[in-house]
């Protein structure tokens, strides 16, 4: 029993140096920019916007360690775009929780040069459709957009 005390000693030990920011419950609350500075995935991808890194990033450490500086700024980018238009939307201001639901966004493993440059992501909105979206989208920003269900819409930045 003593053993495996330790063991769970050892590795919240092993944890905590792999972790550097003081409010970090588990290694998935941090990433590290292609610059080397650690944040918070849960921190915004642009001020006060409700898109947040972990919308964003991979679910698996080892994949966000292939964040180059082109596909951190595509997020940016994109992350930009869309709270841009959301701002636009009349309910913005009385939110008081996330209305988005990112389901994928930058996936270094998918061979579809969006996806694996942090150029799309696939989302809704709470109380809007995806005909709603793809309408206000277009009319906001620049950004490609399609309907992939009653809700869902895939949002792309434009091809260069």
Known sequence: MGESLRGGHEKAIQLSRLMQLPFSQEELDEFVTPEGEVFYSFRSIV???WLIWSDALPDVLE???????DTYDNIICLADSLHGFHQSLPD???L?????RVTRWWDPTER?????????ALFSIKEYTA???V???QKKTDLAVTPVSKRYVEAYLPDE
């Open 131 to 133: 005909t709603d979206l």
């Open 112 to 120: 579809d040069e969006r996806w694996n440059a942090g150029r799309a």
């Open 96 to 100: 008081r929780e996330t209305p988005f």
């Open 63 to 69: 994949q966000r360690q292939e964040l180059t500086q």
């Open 92 to 94: 913005y201001r009385s």
């Open 135 to 137: 309408r206000m989208i």
């Open 47 to 49: 001020y006060d916007s």
